[in-house]
């Protein structure tokens, strides 16, 4: 694909890419497009380059011996609730769409909110839900961190004068010690972003504490410093306080319309669909077809101006890039192929593997599932094991069975799939069975089973990330407004933040065409002087 700059488009905007970034992306410009009082008529193009949206979001239906059927996640399987704007960004998109009848919630209750275990020493330990249970679990994996609290809260400032960014297994070294890592945090980052702690940013994961620290030298006694600067900041920003504004006026007409739904939400830590995530991708996908205002592109590989392999040209006055950086660094020419963040971004891999076993051969231990440490990751040979039929027992449909998801590679992957016949369905069925009998001490064999690879499926934050985006706003700034980019790279690979960075900017982009669109009076704010996607999270990292 080559993105140009040019004077006359056929379209108001081009987004380019079809995953959830890219669909949420196109669904809130259709929507305010729609609410536009002179831009109604204009048209937004969809284009994605293979036959499926949606990206890494894939639910698949397995049919099992016995003539009943089976839910496979093969990406990301829940989403987080609570009362953070991520959170509510995505309620508010289901809520829209009308799937209040598909959700399954998880309540706080339940153990598997509650129970997320560490394996170490070869057997799982219970993890910390509270403060209280941190003082209270003397498990070997436990005790490294009740000695890092006591390290940080006695341990002067120690970071370099002028720092802007160091290794997150550095930081962590520093202030609680190098086992806190190896034992917990290490595990926790690598079900989370699927990298090693030595190849993340402190500044761009650990942006709290990073910036407790700075502001009190200590990152215990920092914290709600920093909590309260970051709230400051968001603040600051008028679109994004206006829009928070008003979405807490609209809160309220959706609690008194929808109230069960909203209870349901308030009360539970996690949550997903009767069919699986699929089902929002497949409803937002759903909307723009049936929307009016938005042309798809799909099975058609870009070569932008947008230019296709067809050799059929899309040209618009705004163009919004999801598709990841590795994917989409030729679409620019040599200045912007030169950047930082185009070199210096790698990916990293996961293989999944889905079991289901008979509900009698397995003793179901309560909970969401366990994640792997560093120090365990070359003993049992996977990063982690998510307990699915206990985290969405809904998803079981009532059969007598059990499910599990076992991911591998990640941090390990280079060194146990570099060989691409190791990624073979045989080797990691093999590889998975072997770790969960050995980890949930399992007898019998599954009754059916399934892999998949991901690769490049999330991007490792670097250290001095933080940097690296800030040339990239530069550059796009240069664009004028007719380019900027949404997705897993830019404030954090999980759903609910793409959702709301999504948001924040087709709000942008519609309040500097339209300033109207807001519907917000005389108070409406200016529009941002720069429209790349990346004007807030700078703002706030």
């Not at 153990?111 to 003082?135: C, E, G």
């Not at 909590?227 to 928070?244: A, C, E, H, S």
């Not at 938005?294 to 999801?322: A, F, M």
């Not at 051969?361 to 998510?386: M, T, Y």
Request: aromatic share 8%; net charge positive; hydrophobic share 35%.
């Amino acid at each position: 694909m080559s993105i140009n700059k040019v004077k006359n488009s056929s379209s108001l905007f081009t987004v380019v890419g079809g995953g959830i970034s890219g669909l949420s992306t196109a669904y809130y410009l259709s929507k305010l497009l729609k609410a536009s009082s002179n831009q109604s008529s204009q048209k937004i193009t969809l284009i994605e380059g293979s036959d499926r949206f949606g990206g890494y979001i894939r639910s698949e239906s397995h049919s099992l011996p016995d003539g009943t059927s089976v839910l496979y996640e093969k990406g990301p399987r829940t989403l987080r609730l609570g009362k953070s704007n991520e959170a509510l960004a995505t309620l508010d998109l289901i809520d829209d769409l009308k799937l209040h009848d598909k959700v399954l919630f998880t309540k706080k209750s339940a153990p598997s909110s509650k129970n997320r275990f560490i394996y170490y020493n070869n057997k799982i330990n219970l993890a910390p839900s509270s403060p209280k249970q941190l003082m209270s679990l003397f498990s070997p994996v436990m005790r490294p961190v009740v000695y890092g609290v006591l390290k940080d809260i006695f341990s002067p400032k120690n970071s370099q004068p002028n720092q802007t960014d160091e290794p997150l297994s550095k930081f962590i070294a520093r202030r609680f010690g190098s086992k806190v890592d190896d034992r917990l945090t290490s595990a926790v980052l690598a079900g989370i972003y699927a990298s090693d702690t030595n190849d993340l940013s402190t500044r761009m994961i650990f942006n709290t504490a990073w910036k407790a620290e700075q502001l009190s030298g200590h990152v215990l006694f920092g914290l709600k410093k920093a909590v309260k600067q970051k709230k400051l900041k968001l603040n600051n920003i008028p679109l994004l306080k206006t829009i928070g504004d008003m979405e807490v006026d609209a809160h309220a007409k959706r609690m008194s319309s929808n109230h069960s739904f909203w209870e349901n939400a308030n009360s539970s830590s996690i949550f997903s669909f009767d069919d699986g995530l699929q089902t929002l991708s497949n409803s937002i996908l759903s909307y723009l077809k049936s929307a009016g205002n938005v042309d798809i592109i799909s099975k058609d590989p870009c070569d932008v101006k947008v230019l296709l392999s067809s050799g059929s040209e899309v040209q618009s006055s705004r163009v919004i890039n999801t598709v990841p950086l590795y994917a989409s660094r030729s679409f620019f020419g040599d200045d912007g192929q030169n950047l930082n963040i185009f070199n210096h971004t790698r990916y990293t891999s996961i293989c999944l593997v889905n079991l289901t076993f008979k509900k009698e051969s397995v003793a179901q231990v309560p909970g969401f599932g366990f994640l792997v440490p560093r120090d365990e990751w070359a003993n049992i040979g996977i990063i982690g094991i998510v307990f699915d039929s206990s985290c969405l027992p809904g998803q079981d449909k009532g059969n007598d069975i059990v499910r599990f998801t076992v991911m591998m590679g990640g941090p390990t992957f280079k060194i146990q799939f570099s060989d691409p016949s190791s990624q073979k369905p045989e080797n990691l069925k093999e590889m998975a069975i072997k770790a969960i009998k050995k980890a949930l001490i399992i007898k019998d064999d599954p009754i059916h089973c399934d892999s998949n690879v991901l690769n490049n499926c999330i991007p490792i934050y670097h250290p001095n990330y933080y940097e690296d985006l800030s040339s990239l706003h530069k550059w796009l700034t240069s664009w004028n407004k007719s380019l900027s980019v949404a997705g897993a790279c830019f404030g954090g690979p999980g759903i609910n933040a793409i959702v709301l960075n999504t948001k924040y900017l087709a709000y942008n982009h519609m309040l500097s065409i339209d300033p109207s669109v807001l519907n917000s009076g005389s108070n409406s704010p200016e529009p941002l002087p720069s429209c790349t996607g990346l004007e807030h999270i700078l703002a706030l990292y």
